[in-house]
């Protein structure tokens, strides 16, 4: 395997990409409120939610089939709604036996007033419940279908009708209800049908079979049977083509989205190689350190490769000249550089040297690492076992641990910044230098930094920062982990933002291969309130451990945490 340092996170420009943002809270501010503005849709002109707009999720096939299911209902209820009325008027004209008459317009009243429900249920989705509909369709279909087959007669033209409304409702998802109406259809035809065959009752029907033979109302009889079963059976055989089709073009889908997953990290790797090359100090002495080639460039500053009078090799970063014109900003860097010194964990990079006052470029001298970072593999492999992730999380959680006890927020926690060194220890990169980037532009107040994908929600929108963004950070990383995408992705970065803050991501079990009870524990740690999120990341990655093996954890899930 190629040999790679990676102690710089983001080897690319600070203008590069909207990777790292910096702003002032004022500014972040802004963003939010545009973002807002500019997608405030108003309810009539939305499509619903399965529209195919960058912001919502995927739809299941079964979501697909049930939102088509109400369409279809509304027309066919205003069908039932009319249809009974028409025929009782055309009744008036049509007269037959006065007792059949009577009971048809009963009948023909029922089923028109079930339709109503009906229709009023189909106007929305959360309305379309199975029991209400199913109760209606019932009493629709008991009330009305029966003293329509006396009054018509049993082998009139009007059975096509019950042959319709058996379509429309085996289209439906519930089995029970489409069951339950050709059942309802078919039973009461050969109730009536017989016994007038039997000559145990008379035909009264307007279009009597009395002029036909017994055989040839057998026949009849088969034939209209036939039809009724056929009609369910070729409504749960579209239902199911349907679905299996749409689950296939689902999976498609799903190979698609990570194949541009894949394409689009391979294309910020490539941004970044164009940038590994030689830098302004290489061959220059710093120091005690001779400086080589560029490593990686950042918006601080470069990372070098070094070697000292040992002739050990490191990696050397250097402020960059538009930062070190900055005497706050640098007195800042040396401040939050000393802090990242004192952090002594085997899953942080270690800071060998920083730079004496008098240094021509302040610099930080750090441990050279070998092996990849975290984006690099998710890059060729676009999800991780989740035994593997149990073991990065439980190593990135106890040097995220070290730092909440020192009182260090990381704030750029991202695949980036996770380098697996030597093919055996996850490391924690860029400790400190996070903190600053968001100040380079202006030198007055913290500033919002982070990597969207990643940022917790109370950072995004310029709140107060603590560990527990670290924890929403390294969830939003087990998150792509485990899913192939990262939690949020908008067409740009006020989008983007707006999502952090205000929608959940999609349902991971979605995605990939996730248990309940490891989304239970992502949930938690991605809580939009950081007051509901673990207490630390060691807690997080204990959870997640627990939650994989498939024991209990005994946490109180946010409703409402996914789509």
Not at 214 to 233: C, D, N, R, T
Not at 472 to 489: D, E, H, N, V
Request: glycine share 8%.
């Amino acid at each position: 395997m190629e040999t790679v340092d990676a102690t710089e996170a983001d080897p690319r420009g600070p203008d590069d990409e909207a990777g790292t943002e910096a702003a002032s809270p004022h500014a972040m501010a802004q963003v939010i409120a545009a973002s807002e503005a500019a997608t405030a849709v108003p309810d009539a002109k939305r499509s619903g939610v399965f529209a195919t707009g960058s912001k919502g999720p995927m739809p299941t096939a079964a979501q697909v089939m049930d939102h088509a299911d109400l369409p279809r209902m509304r027309v066919f209820h205003v069908f039932g709604i009319l249809a009974p009325v028409i025929a009782i008027a055309l009744s008036l004209l049509m007269g037959a036996d006065p007792f059949a008459q009577k009971i048809f317009w009963v009948g023909a009243s029922v089923m028109s007033l079930s339709n109503v429900g009906l229709l009023w249920l189909a106007a929305k989705q959360e309305r379309w419940q199975p029991r209400r509909v199913g109760l209606l369709w019932i009493t629709a279909t008991v009330g009305g279908v029966p003293p329509m087959y006396y009054y018509f007669g049993p082998w009139s033209a009007i059975v096509m009708v019950p042959i319709l409304g058996i379509v429309i409702i085996a289209l439906g998802r519930s089995r029970w209800i489409s069951l339950s109406i050709a059942t309802i259809c078919i039973v009461s035809h050969i109730l009536l049908a017989v016994p007038i065959m039997l000559g145990w009752i008379t035909d009264v029907g307007v279009m009597s079979s009395i002029v036909a033979g017994p055989s040839q109302l057998a026949i009849a009889e088969v034939l209209i049977i036939g039809f009724q079963v056929s009609a369910y059976m070729l409504g749960r055989w579209a239902r199911r083509t349907n679905t299996v089709a749409i689950s296939e073009l689902q999976n498609a889908m799903q190979v698609i989205g990570d194949q541009q997953q894949a394409l689009a990290e391979v294309k910020d790797d490539v941004a970044r190689q164009k940038h590994a090359d030689e830098g302004r100090w290489t061959g220059q002495v710093m120091g005690r350190f001779k400086i080589g080639l560029v490593l990686g460039r950042g918006a601080m500053g470069d990372v070098y490769e070094a070697v000292g009078p040992d002739q050990r090799s490191i990696a050397i970063k250097l402020l960059n000249t538009r930062a070190a014109q900055s005497t706050s900003l640098i007195d800042r860097f040396h401040r939050e550089m000393e802090v990242a010194a004192r952090l002594s964990s085997p899953h942080i990079v270690k800071v060998i040297e920083l730079s004496p006052p008098e240094a021509v470029v302040p610099y930080i001298a750090m441990e050279r690492l070998y092996g990849t970072d975290l984006a690099t593999r998710l890059r060729t492999e676009p999800r991780m076992p989740s035994d593997e992730l149990s073991l990065l999380l439980d190593q990135v959680g106890r040097g995220l641990e070290v730092a909440r006890l020192a009182g260090v927020v990381h704030r750029d926690l991202k695949p980036h910044n996770l380098f697996l060194h030597e093919g055996a220890t996850w490391k924690i990169l860029d400790f400190g230098v996070s903190k600053l980037v968001g100040s380079e532009g202006t030198l007055t107040g913290e500033g919002v930094v982070g990597t969207p994908q990643y940022m917790a929600p109370e950072q995004a929108s310029g709140g107060q920062v603590t560990h527990l963004a670290d924890v929403y950070a390294l969830a939003a990383i087990a998150y792509r982990c485990l899913t192939g995408r990262s939690p949020f992705k908008g067409k740009d970065l006020s989008e983007l933002i707006y999502q952090v803050v205000h929608q959940p991501p999609v349902r991971p079990g979605v995605l990939g291969k996730v248990s309940t009870q490891m989304e239970d524990v992502l949930a938690v740690a991605m809580a939009k309130d950081p007051r509901r999120r673990f207490a630390s990341a060691l807690l997080f990655a204990q959870a997640f451990a627990s939650a994989r093996r498939g024991r209990p954890v005994p946490i109180d899930v946010p409703p409402n945490a996914w789509t």
